[in-house]
């Protein structure tokens, strides 16, 4: 299958919290293969794993890194294109004073240069950005 949608780091993170939402959990069963994850993404989510003491949360978190995302998702690269296309949309935005979250812009940049739904629960991160789709699978799809 064809990849058509990128994870944001709290829609990756989804199901590993202590009650993860049904419908987030669900629509990643059924669009497994449709998956990507941006290389930003990943990195929160490593980063936030690397700052946890040892313990048994973090071995469970590890362990879902590896199986779940590293093995079965493509990550996809910040290159060039992204870069360009971000430099752009940041200069837009902070020209008009609403500048983005950097990581925000990158991870908005690789949906937007490949052509993919962003999946996230944080809507209002992306609004601003041209010409990139995105949906809250909390929400009906």
């Given at each position: 299958?064809?990849?058509?949608?990128?994870?944001?780091?709290?829609?990756?993170?989804?199901?590993?919290?202590?009650?993860?939402?049904?419908?987030?959990?669900?629509?990643?069963?059924?669009?497994?293969?449709?998956?990507?994850?941006?290389?930003?993404?990943?990195?929160?989510?490593?980063f936030g794993i690397e700052r946890l003491p040892l313990s048994r949360r973090?071995?469970?978190?590890?362990?879902?890194?590896?199986?779940?995302?590293?093995?079965?998702?493509?990550?996809?690269?910040?290159?060039?294109?992204?870069?360009?296309w971000h430099a752009t949309e940041r200069a837009r935005l902070t020209a008009i004073g609403r500048?983005?979250?950097?990581?925000?812009?990158?991870?908005?940049?690789?949906?937007?240069?490949?052509?993919?739904?962003?999946?996230?629960?944080?809507?209002?991160?992306?609004?601003?950005?041209?010409?990139?789709?995105?949906?809250?699978?909390?929400?009906?799809?």
């Open positions: 299958m064809t990849v058509r949608f990128l994870l944001d780091t709290n829609a990756l993170s989804e199901p590993m919290r202590p009650r993860p939402d049904p419908g987030v959990v669900r629509r990643m069963a059924e669009h497994a293969a449709e998956m990507a994850v941006a290389a930003p993404a990943y990195h929160e989510l490593v973090r071995l469970v978190l590890e362990r879902y890194l590896e199986e779940a995302v590293h093995a079965s998702l493509p990550i996809l690269p910040y290159d060039a294109t992204a870069a360009r500048t983005p979250q950097y990581i925000d812009g990158q991870i908005a940049a690789i949906a937007r240069v490949n052509g993919l739904v962003l999946i996230t629960a944080n809507l209002s991160d992306y609004q601003d950005f041209a010409d990139v789709e995105t949906a809250d699978w909390r929400q009906e799809y």
